[in-house]
């Protein structure tokens, strides 16, 4: 943000910055820009070199010269920004009446503020666009949720060195919730003080104070009145993307397991990874939980066309469904049976479902697993040799077909065999034009995790997926390993 008070001078920073470089010894050399509150100073840095002579810049600077600390030899010249923090305000609104400089402003001002989702770093940018154009100081109050007392969200100066100072002074004042830009009696050190209200779709945000040593001129005023409607509007956009983000997570957690329950006789891993940051809610989901008071555990994976609302009320009802029919002693089977059903009768609402539910009982010689792959990525089977083999017959999708029948296919996994289960965003991972699972690549991944823990096998299975492309993933990602100990 620097460059909102070096703007003015960049052209001579440039030429001090090569006239330095030139006079630099045969040597690696670093260049230095500092911004010293009303002036911007350029440095040559060398190690272990000799001289203490230098040119004179050939623009006019305030000082210039050749100091060394320690072993760094330094040749710098020091560039008045346009006069102080006032007079660059006043020079500002002077350049305004032109109307090229103050539509420039306004326009990268309103690029910065849409550049952010963060409500945090709203009043931030405010702060630095409008010091020191506008005013020698600003301070940005805000409340929370646009309700109850004002606080300061962010202080900034054209001098860094007075910040702290300023901040204790205005810890000693109550702020006015104005309804229009207006100045205000404050008593904070010599500064006029400018209190501009951050008002946006009819309700009060906060209030953006600046302040300057001379009076505020009413081109000024207009101006922060304009900058103070974009950040207000920037800071409201943000916090009802930030109130949608975390309603978003909320909703997706009530959708997962609460925790990951203790299997006895049975080794698992999990992994679940929502794609990039966006705000949807994803439509993937696992869970893992018990059939009722016998050893039978069951295990579902399922991934729902799309994403958002539709597609988690979708999520929802597969898993309460699951649970509740496991519960009441009913069969795999006859448990898709009826989730097909129940999502059919959401009518336009109903959303596909690719469904992999499954019973494991322990055994003494590992564990039977009793499947059905509804539409859902091949499950495989690892064996301790290394040998991969699909293990589930593909079945009907859910929510699309009213009369089907689901079987179940009976798997025994022996000692220290993995069952590896996956949404598509596993093996439909791109990269060009391949795919991960193209001839058979999710086996040869799972193929390389003889004798690790289920865990292990997840986690391995996770960062290849991450690795194979460069770009983030754009779709939810679920992985559910069982182990037979």
């Not at 945000?205 to 009413?218: A, E, Q, S």
């Not at 509740?324 to 006859?334: D, F, I, N, Q, T």
Request: aromatic content about 6%; glycine content about 10%; some cysteine.
């Amino acid at each position: 943000m620097t460059a909102w008070a070096a703007g003015a001078v960049l052209p001579e920073a440039e030429q001090v910055a090569e006239e330095l470089a030139r006079q630099a010894e045969r040597a690696p050399f670093e260049v230095v820009w500092t911004h010293q509150g009303d002036a911007v100073q350029v440095e040559v840095r060398q190690k272990d070199v000799p001289g203490e002579y230098m040119n004179a810049p050939g623009v006019p600077v305030e000082e210039w010269g050749v100091t060394f600390s320690g072993q760094v030899r330094v040749q710098w010249a020091k560039i008045g920004l346009p006069g102080s923090a006032t007079r660059a305000a006043a020079e500002w609104s002077q350049e305004s009446s032109r109307g090229s400089f103050w539509l420039g402003f306004l326009a990268d001002a309103s690029d910065l503020l849409a550049g952010t989702l963060d409500p945090d770093m709203v009043p931030a940018i405010v702060a630095q666009i409008v010091v020191p154009r506008l005013s020698s100081w600003c301070a940005v109050y805000t409340s929370d949720s646009g309700l109850g007392p004002l606080r300061l969200a962010y202080l900034w100066h054209a001098d860094e060195a007075r910040i702290d100072s300023l901040r204790e002074e205005l810890g000693a004042i109550r702020v006015p919730p104005p309804e229009r830009p207006q100045t205000v009696s404050l008593t904070i050190g010599d500064s006029h003080v400018l209190a501009v209200p951050l008002l946006a779709r009819g309700r009060g945000l906060g209030v953006m104070l600046l302040g300057r040593t001379d009076r505020f001129p009413d081109d000024i005023i207009q101006f922060a009145e304009d900058i103070g409607r974009r950040a207000a509007l920037a800071m409201d956009n943000a916090r009802l993307y930030a109130q949608q983000a975390a309603a978003n997570r909320a909703l997706q957690r009530s959708l997962l397991p609460p925790d990951n329950p203790e299997v006895p006789e049975i080794d698992y891993g999990v992994v679940y990874e929502p794609a990039g940051e966006t705000n949807e809610v994803g439509g993937d989901f696992y869970d893992l939980f018990r059939a009722g008071d016998g050893g039978a555990w069951r295990f579902a994976i399922g991934d729902v066309c799309g994403t958002g609302p539709e597609a988690a009320a979708v999520t929802g009802l597969a898993r309460h469904t699951l649970r509740l029919l496991a519960r009441e002693g009913h069969k795999v089977a006859h448990v898709l049976g009826r989730l097909n059903e129940a999502i059919l009768e959401e009518g336009e609402r109903a959303r596909f479902l690719t469904l992999l539910h499954g019973e494991i009982t322990p055994t003494t010689r590992g564990m039977e697993a009793r499947l059905v792959s509804a539409g859902h990525p091949e499950a495989l089977r690892l064996r301790p040799s290394g040998a991969v083999e699909v293990v589930a017959t593909p079945q009907s999708l859910l929510g699309v077909f009213a009369e089907v029948t689901f079987e179940e296919d009976i798997v025994q996994l022996n000692h220290g065999d993995v069952l590896l289960a996956v949404t598509d965003g596993v093996t439909e991972r791109r990269s060009g034009g391949r795919l991960l699972d193209d001839n058979g690549g999710l086996a040869r991944l799972l193929a390389e995790c003889v004798g690790l823990s289920a865990q292990a096998v997840a986690e391995r299975i996770r960062r290849r997926v991450q690795d194979f492309a460069p770009e983030p993933s754009a779709d939810d990602l679920a992985i559910l390993v069982l182990r037979a100990p």
